[in-house]
């Protein structure tokens, strides 16, 4: 079961130094920050995953010199992929561009940017374009009309995965094609594998299952395994069910890609940091200075930026006195909720309890945690949502390691 990582540009500064909340080279210096696969000692992914709409339109924090560097240079350099051998997928970015135009010439067209953005950047496979079918037949709430709009997706898809592929072939270029399955139900999406396979792909991405409930996605992928040829390979898109990842293998999978350890570490309420033994919330202690909720209180009167700056300087000393072993847990939570409370602040005492006592970032041997310290359990800024999605990636790949040694030794 292959890995790959649709973050290309999630990076870390080296140099950023926790006390004074900054670094030397800060987020646009991207050929001084690192990847995961330069921190850690040992890979925690197989390849990246690179989407057309995102390079096209610029990623966030991209500025048009690292653009035009990625385009001219190609995925693997910019990327720095050797020595650790890792390979690049392409994905069409379907899900930024999701037009349904029927004109041949439209198709034709799309279809030949993707190809020649994928020749331009390097890639080993590429997805075909597609268009997305967000939605399940089993939701009581889809209309008739519905139905149509996703019908007439799936016979697009098709339309774009039969033009791609005849492109491909005139083209004769160096990377594997890789044909997308969209649906609604199990027999749609068996449908549109067996249609896949037909025009001759044997690499096929199974899209839109990412919005679906584990037990759905299941019985959609055993549909299409029963339709799947003896040399097809399946490619989850955006699924990162870990408990099903055994399952899925059996059924064909063989490569997946995912965000949910980096998203987690920022967007989740409650599983920020990873842990053997379960997740834990981070404490959230947003920056006065860079904080729009904070300053917008502040801005009304409602709070003083005086007593916000202090109480978040207290929190944090507090918390690097607790790591340290000279403060005991009650009078750093009491602290906590002093601060949490004054900022209006859901009120989080159980799950920082259960993080500060257990303090899962000692007992972890990545690099990530034993250089990080505390701070790494600190929803507070992208240096250390970045170090704590890193830890994340790290707790994920190991477990993808113990279910599937031989793919990654």
């Given at each position: 079961m292959k890995f790959y990582w649709p973050a290309p540009l999630d990076l870390i500064d080296p140099t950023y130094n926790f006390v004074q909340n900054g670094g030397f080279y800060g987020a646009a210096k991207h050929q001084h920050q690192l990847y995961p696969h330069e921190v850690f000692p040992e890979p925690v992914y197989h390849g990246f995953m690179i989407s057309k709409a995102h390079a096209e339109k610029g990623y966030a924090r991209w500025n048009s010199a690292q653009l035009n560097r990625f385009l001219r240079e190609g995925a693997k350099r910019f990327m720095r992929t050797q020595p650790a051998a890792l390979t690049i997928m392409g994905d069409s970015g379907a899900y930024t561009n999701n037009t349904t135009t029927d004109c041949q010439g439209h198709l034709i067209d799309q279809c030949l940017a993707v190809v020649n953005f994928y020749n331009a950047i390097g890639v080993d496979y590429g997805l075909a374009p597609d268009n997305m079918i967000s939605g399940s037949a089993g939701d009581a709430r889809i209309s008739p009309s519905q139905y149509l709009d996703w019908r007439h997706r799936w016979h697009r898809t098709h339309a774009l995965a039969e033009t791609f592929l005849a492109l491909y072939r005139k083209k004769s270029p160096r990377w594997q094609p890789i044909g997308v399955a969209q649906g609604w139900d199990p027999d749609s999406y068996q449908a549109s594998v067996a249609a896949l396979q037909q025009m001759g792909y044997c690499y096929i991405a199974l899209g839109g299952l990412n919005c679906l409930k584990s037990a759905a996605i299941v019985e959609c992928v055993t549909a299409c395994f029963l339709a799947k040829a003896e040399k097809t390979e399946f490619h989850l898109l955006?699924?990162?069910?870990?408990?099903?990842?055994?399952?899925?293998?059996?059924?064909?999978?063989?490569?997946?890609?995912?965000?949910?350890?980096?998203?987690?570490?920022?967007?989740?309420?409650?599983?920020?940091?990873?842990?053997?033994?379960?997740?834990?919330?981070?404490?959230?202690?947003?920056?006065?200075?860079?904080?729009?909720?904070?300053?917008?209180?502040?801005?009304?009167?409602?709070?003083?930026?005086?007593?916000?700056?202090?109480?978040?300087?207290?929190?944090?000393?507090?918390?690097?006195?607790?790591?340290?072993?000279?403060?005991?847990?009650?009078?750093?939570?009491?602290?906590?909720?002093?601060?949490?409370?004054?900022?209006?602040?859901?009120?989080?005492?159980?799950?920082?309890?259960?993080?500060?006592h257990d303090r899962p970032w000692r007992r972890c041997a990545c690099i990530m945690c034993s250089r990080t310290g505390i701070e790494i359990v600190l929803l507070r800024n992208r240096e250390l949502n970045l170090r704590r999605g890193f830890h994340n990636l790290y707790v994920f790949s190991n477990k993808l390691k113990a279910t599937f040694p031989s793919d990654w030794y």
């Open positions: 955006g699924v990162s069910r870990a408990e099903h990842m055994a399952l899925f293998a059996q059924l064909g999978v063989t490569s997946f890609d995912s965000t949910m350890p980096m998203r987690q570490a920022v967007k989740d309420d409650k599983d920020n940091f990873h842990g053997k033994e379960g997740h834990y919330a981070a404490i959230k202690l947003p920056p006065t200075e860079s904080s729009p909720r904070l300053q917008k209180l502040i801005r009304s009167q409602i709070l003083s930026a005086d007593r916000v700056q202090e109480l978040e300087q207290m929190t944090l000393a507090s918390l690097r006195h607790f790591d340290q072993g000279i403060m005991c847990l009650e009078d750093v939570l009491e602290i906590l909720k002093a601060g949490s409370d004054y900022r209006q602040e859901v009120d989080y005492a159980d799950q920082y309890r259960r993080l500060l």
